[in-house]
Structure formats: structure tokens, C-alpha cells
């Protein structure tokens, strides 16, 4: 059976991302993702990559040692945060003041 054309004025569902926020001592990194697994599979990695410059000890397994890191580097300023947002789509009202000749 054909469905219905959806109208010009209907808005699309809104798309969920996730914001991954790295700070560390050198600056923030942002990175956008799809999917909330692509994010935590980030803060994998960054632990992964950093955990022997930071500590002696052996690191946890895969499934630890993002939120290990982390918990661990915050006495070091160091975060890692994400952030579950919708795409927005529709327009923004414009805040930019009125040209003086468009009164």
C-alpha cells in the first residue's frame, strides 16, 4: 500500500547524536557521533593510548578503562564527557540587529 506524502510542513523526526568532550591540558577536542557506542569507544581509545604515560600499574580490561581513566585523571584536570543531543532543523530567528535602512 503507497504511503502518503508527508506534507512541506511537517518537520522530519529530530536526529539524536552524541557530543564527546575531551579537555586535557592541551586544549578541548569535540567530536560528534551517531551513535552513544562510537563516543564511549573514544574514551577507550584515549585510555588505551594514554594509560601508561599516566600510571605504573597494568590497565583494566576494554570494558573498565574509559571510565577508569578517567575517574582517575580528574585530579589532573583532565575530562571526558558525553552528551546526548538532537540535530536541530528548524530555522533559527535571527538575533543580529535590524539594518538601520530595513525600519
Same mark, same amino acid.
Given at each position: 500500500?503507497?504511503?502518503?506524502?508527508?506534507?512541506?510542513?511537517?518537520?522530519?523526526?529530530?536526529?539524536?547524536? $552524541?557530543?564527546?568532550?575531551?579537555?586535557?591540558?592541551?586544549?578541548?577536542?569535540?567530536?560528534? #557521533?551517531?551513535?552513544?557506542?562510537?563516543?564511549?569507544?573514544?574514551?577507550?581509545?584515549?585510555?588505551?593510548? $594514554? $594509560?601508561?604515560?599516566?600510571?605504573?600499574?597494568?590497565?583494566?580490561?576494554?570494558?573498565?578503562?574509559?571510565?577508569?581513566?578517567?575517574?582517575?585523571?580528574?585530579?589532573?584536570?583532565? #575530562? #571526558?564527557?558525553?552528551?546526548? !543531543?538532537?540535530?536541530?532543523?528548524?530555522? !533559527?530567528?535571527?538575533?543580529?540587529?535590524?539594518?538601520?535602512?530595513?525600519?
Amino acid at each position: 500500500m503507497p504511503t502518503a506524502p508527508q506534507s512541506a510542513s511537517a518537520s522530519p523526526a529530530p536526529q539524536r547524536v $552524541w557530543v564527546a568532550i575531551y579537555e586535557h591540558p592541551h586544549g578541548t577536542d569535540v567530536h560528534v #557521533f551517531a551513535h552513544e557506542h562510537q563516543a564511549l569507544r573514544l574514551r577507550t581509545d584515549l585510555a588505551k593510548e $594514554w $594509560w601508561s604515560h599516566a600510571f605504573e600499574d597494568d590497565p583494566p580490561p576494554d570494558d573498565e578503562i574509559g571510565a577508569d581513566y578517567f575517574e582517575r585523571m580528574l585530579e589532573r584536570d583532565e #575530562f #571526558f564527557t558525553t552528551q546526548e !543531543c538532537e540535530v536541530e532543523t528548524a530555522p !533559527c530567528a535571527s538575533t543580529a540587529p535590524t539594518p538601520p535602512g530595513d525600519l
